[in-house]
């Protein structure tokens, strides 16, 4: 079947960092083009960043500079480095296969999610 | 940044009723938009792509139309597993946007 699985979530102190990890079962990861997406307690989604099969990336103002996007092709497992945390990044963050056609990035596999809370 | 504007932000609707979901563009986006259910404390499911496209698994009953800056989702007749959150997501340009939501509850 395929399948995403997140894990790395947790409690962090402000200013703190966290690596999420994202496992991929029954497809490649670098075969294919790969999104991370989070969502606020009670809020919508909001897209935070995509991986390109090439390595290029693009990032949500809101995380630029912050996060980082990466895969490990051995392992399977697209990452999410997120350094200089704020409270306005405590939520669940999805991970996702994307599409690679021109304006076709829709994501149609996702994961169940890890949860992340900035907090003193 | 594209804003997508969807309404109603709320509705409530009985099983067998036509729902329809407006999604509005700040900017136009030719056909590159999407549609996902949201069921509570659960992941997202890609519903429509390129603003008609039924993903593969997907009922009948889900179509999505438009192209520009004005989209629309409508459910022909609202089942109970329906009752969910549904957003649209813009695919134009980066950052990728979603709309703000579309909580549909039983009458």
């Known amino acids: 079947e395929v399948q995403l699985v997140e894990s790395g979530g947790g409690l962090v102190q402000p200013g703190g960092s966290l690596r999420l990890s994202c496992a991929a079962s029954e497809f490649i990861v670098s075969s294919n083009y790969m999104s991370w997406a989070r969502q606020a307690p009670g809020k919508g989604l909001e897209w935070v960043s995509v991986?390109?099969?090439?390595?290029?990336?693009y990032y949500a103002d809101s995380v630029k500079g912050r996060f980082t996007i990466s895969r490990d092709n051995s392992k399977n497992t697209l990452y999410l480095q997120m350094n200089s945390l704020r409270a306005e990044d405590t939520a669940v963050y999805y991970c996702?296969?994307?599409?690679?056609?021109?304006?076709?990035?829709?994501?149609?596999?996702w994961g169940k999610g890890t949860t992340v809370t900035v907090s003193s | 940044d594209i804003q997508l504007t969807q309404s109603p932000s709320f509705l409530s609707a009985s099983v067998g009723d036509r729902v329809t979901i407006t999604c509005r563009a700040s900017q136009g986006i030719s056909s590159f938009l999407g549609w996902y259910q949201q069921k509570p404390g659960k992941a997202p499911k890609l519903l429509i792509y390129?603003?008609?496209t039924v993903q593969s698994g997907v009922p009948s009953r889900f179509s999505g139309s438009g192209s520009g800056t004005e989209f629309t989702l409508t459910i022909s007749s609202l089942q109970p597993e329906d009752f969910a959150t549904y957003y649209c997501?813009?695919?134009?340009?980066?950052?990728?946007?979603f709309g703000g939501g579309t909580k549909v509850e039983i009458k």
């Open positions: 991986i390109y099969t090439s390595g290029s990336a």
């Open positions: 997501q813009q695919f134009n340009s980066y950052p990728l946007t």
């Open positions: 996702a296969r994307t599409g690679s056609g021109y304006g076709e990035r829709y994501m149609d596999v």
């Open positions: 390129a603003a008609s």
